[in-house]
Structure formats: C-alpha cells, structure tokens
T-cell receptor, first 114, second 114 residues
Framework: AQSVTQLDSQVPVFEEAPVELRCNYSSSVSVYLFWYVQYPNQGLQLLLK??????LVESINGFEAEFNKSQTSFHLRKPSVHISDTAEYFCAVSDHGNFNKFYFGSGTKLNVKP | DTGVSQNPRHKITKRGQNVTFRCDPI?????LYWYRQTLGQGPEFLTY????????KSRLLSDRFSAERPKGSFSTLEIQRTEQGDSAMYLC????????????FGPGTRLTVT
C-alpha cells in the first residue's frame, strides 16, 4: 500500500509570491500521480496529473508539478500566486497495478494574503 | 450539470440509527468509488464498483457498512447502527476506467452522528 506525505498542513504566502507544495509517496513501483484542489464548500477538482511521458506537467491556471522518481516526489509549484488560489490541495497516488485505488495525502491549505 | 451528485449533502443522525447515502455518477462512467474523509485528513478509499460489480473493499469498510450499485448506475452506501466515529464526509467519485485514470468527485455527504 502507498503512503502519501504532505508535510506542510498550511502554507501562508503573499499574493504574487512563488509557492511550492510538497508531496512524497512511499513506494517506488510505477505510479500515477495527481493533484486535486478543493475550494471552500466545493468538491475535489483535478488540478493536474502525471500518467507517463514528460515528468513536468502543467495546469491551465499556471500550476506545474514535476515527477521525480528517484526522490518519490511530486511537488506542486506556481511562480506567482493569486488570491483566488486560496484552497486546500491534495496529492494522490495510484499504482499501475491497481489504478482504481487512490491514496491521498492529508492536504495542504494554501492561504494567499493580499 | 453533468457532474457527480450526492444526496443528501448533510445528514445528522443519532447513534445507533441507520443511514443511507446516494451517489449518481457521470452517466458514461462505468467505475464508481466511495471514500471517507475525516477532519484534517485526506480522503480514504472505501470501495469501488465496475458497473454493478463491487471489486474491492477496504478494511475500513466494517460489517456495518454496505454499498450497492444495482444497475451499474447510481450507488448507495448504507451505514447500520451508526457510531460517533462514523462522523465524516463521505465522497463519491466516478471514472471512465481505462485510459484516463482521473476520478471525478462529487460534493460529498457530511454525516454527523450525535
């Protein structure tokens, strides 16, 4: 079974500053990787995903994440955050052998201040 | 709106009562998942269906929990003899299955057991 660690439970940052949300997973088997975002009072929405190919994946709203197999990490970054990015972000992992079962981290609350 | 829907959105019940939640997935999705999310934690996998077949159940799904998807469309999750520890957000997700791997989440049903 996978274990997913999001070390930072809360990340406060000023608007237009860069941010990195960290995600590490336990097993080095072939994985699929996801970042989901949850805005207040809303359901989880997919932000971006890594299935195969280029290790750097991007979202439509400026986030990017890089799959690092040797470090078993999938950190999420944005060079300049906006107030509207305030939300909780969840990293999720599934194994190639059982892609139906997602393992989630405990989430990171990003609080963007003006 | 053609997303995943869940009813009710909130449920307050007394300990020992039975509760049932419903999930309607995206219409063309043949896979349906149930997760539980407690405060400060990420979602935890409970079970999933491919069409009407329940293919995997987590150890978190005690004998008091039962899930069905009778015609491969909507699903129900029933909790019998509720306990205070059952208080959580119950999330439903659906997916196409092969090729995409993304799970689309509903807004959740928040259960409070008093």
């Amino acid at each position: 079974a996978q274990s997913v660690t999001q070390l930072d439970s809360q990340v406060p940052v000023f608007e237009e500053a860069p941010v990195e949300l960290r995600c590490n997973y336990s097993s080095s088997v072939s994985v699929y990787l996801f970042w989901y975002v949850q805005y207040p009072n809303q359901g989880l929405q997919l932000l971006l995903k890594y299935l195969s190919g280029s290790t750097l994946v991007e979202s439509i709203n400026g986030f990017e994440a890089e799959f690092n197999k040797s470090q078993t990490s999938f950190h999420l970054r944005k060079p300049s955050v906006h107030i509207s990015d305030t939300a909780e972000y969840f990293c999720a992992v599934s194994d190639h052998g059982n892609f139906n079962k997602f393992y989630f981290g405990s989430g990171t609350k990003l609080n963007v201040k003006p | 709106d053609t997303g995943v829907s869940q009813n009710p959105r909130h449920k307050i019940t007394k300990r020992g009562q039975n509760v049932t939640f419903r999930c309607d997935p995206i219409s063309e999705h043949n896979r349906l998942y149930w997760y539980r999310q407690t405060l400060g934690q990420g979602p935890e996998f409970l079970t999933y269906f491919q069409n009407e077949a329940q293919l995997e159940k987590s150890r978190l799904l005690s004998d008091r929990f039962s899930a069905e998807r009778p015609k491969g469309s909507f699903s129900t999750l029933e909790i019998q003899r509720t306990e205070q520890g059952d208080s959580a957000m119950y999330l439903c997700a659906s997916s196409l299955g092969t090729g995409d791997y993304e799970q689309y989440f509903g807004p959740g049903t928040r259960l409070t057991v008093t």
